[in-house]
């Protein structure tokens, strides 16, 4: 949601790059040769694993972007649970805290099997560039998203990188 | 006192003798990063973050418990010292759970400051996520064991300047752990005089003041000066 501060920055950047898979986009499967993936997020189930490394091998430049991406942040607290922290979240989420059908899904393709830990994303393949914040400010994405398009060697520093 | 002559990074300084590296560094106005150093409470080392380089020593030594000596060339900011820096940033990062985005400290925090002062875009380790409680149980106060760095700088003020003697480190290691008197609630300490020196004193979100949310904690550090000002100056003055 912080992409959306950029504003009228957003008109610029749409001249300038081709949106070929995001949320908003009607595309299925991550295409190949990508240039640029931001990707949002901690890695936290079977899918997210998939993903990941289908990521990896169609793009150049992988940058992990956002706190929980970086870190882990809010999502891996369910970490501190300990091992056997999945059958706790589920249970809370879909059981003690649901007012209709109080039952975890178990039908296959309905939710993606939570891994043991939730990572972020440099645990499990090579991440290029990190963008922390919790969202990183817009004016952050501007300053990362403009040397990017300028082919520079990317360089954020002091508060640029600050975490939450 | 006799003056002792140095060179801090290339530059020639003289210093008091007895004045620790920190302090010589300071008044040359070259900045050292720290973590567990408080003006007012002696030094203990514990964090390893305003290490430098001394000529002629294998290893490398912390500013704020070193003490000058006569010749000494310090270098305070080699690639070595930046790597070493980050390396010991990322370890604190990575021992406790340190979740700044929901962090009371948030936009205040010492340990967040220094993170990304110091390049710190990412934790290279694999982060521990040890399961640590929140004592709540004091009126006034809130004890966050999850973002202790274990500077000891509460068990210092505590001490030495409050006199109280409440907190306390138990354990050893990673099970190292800020204590109140017997390792009993805080609510429920006998010798704590709820001063809140502590509480001012903490770098990180760890210690608070109860009802303060998300990157609400602040702290006015000015108020444990005045109160070491007066001790040892015999001066009821505030610095600014």
Known sequence: MSFLDLDEFLIELAQKVEIVFSPVVD??????????????????NEDHVEMVHKIRKYTKTVVSFGDCAVTGNV?????????????NVLQRAYVEAAQLNPCVPEDKGIVPPLLERVMPVHEMVYVDYYLPGCPPPAARIKSFVTQLLEGKELHLAGAEIKFG | MAAKTL????????????????????????????LCHLDGVYDVGACRLCLVEVTGVPKLLPACTTKVSEGMEIK???????????????????????????CVANGHCELQTLAYSQGMDHVRYDYCFPKWGVDNTHRLFGMDHNRCILCTRCVRVCWHIEGAGTKNVAGRGSKAKIITDLNMPWGESGSCTNCGKCVQSCPTGALFYKGSTVAEMERDRSRLEFIVTAREKKLWVASD
């Not at chain 2, 690639?79 to 940033?89: A, G």
């Open chain 1, 27 to 44: 595309v299925k499967e991550y295409p190949r040769d990508v240039d640029v993936c931001l990707i949002e997020g901690a890695i936290c």
């Open chain 2, 76 to 102: 305070t900011d080699s690639e070595q010292l930046q790597k070493y820096r980050r390396l010991t940033l990322e370890l604190l990062f990575a021992e406790r759970n340190h979740v700044c985005a929901v």
């Open chain 2, 7 to 34: 060179t801090i990074n290339g530059k020639q300084i003289s210093a008091e003798e007895g004045a620790t590296i920190l302090q010589a560094a300071e008044e040359a106005g070259v900045k050292i990063p720290t």
């Open chain 1, 75 to 87: 999502t891996a607290i369910r970490n501190q649970l300990g091992l056997g922290n999945r059958e």
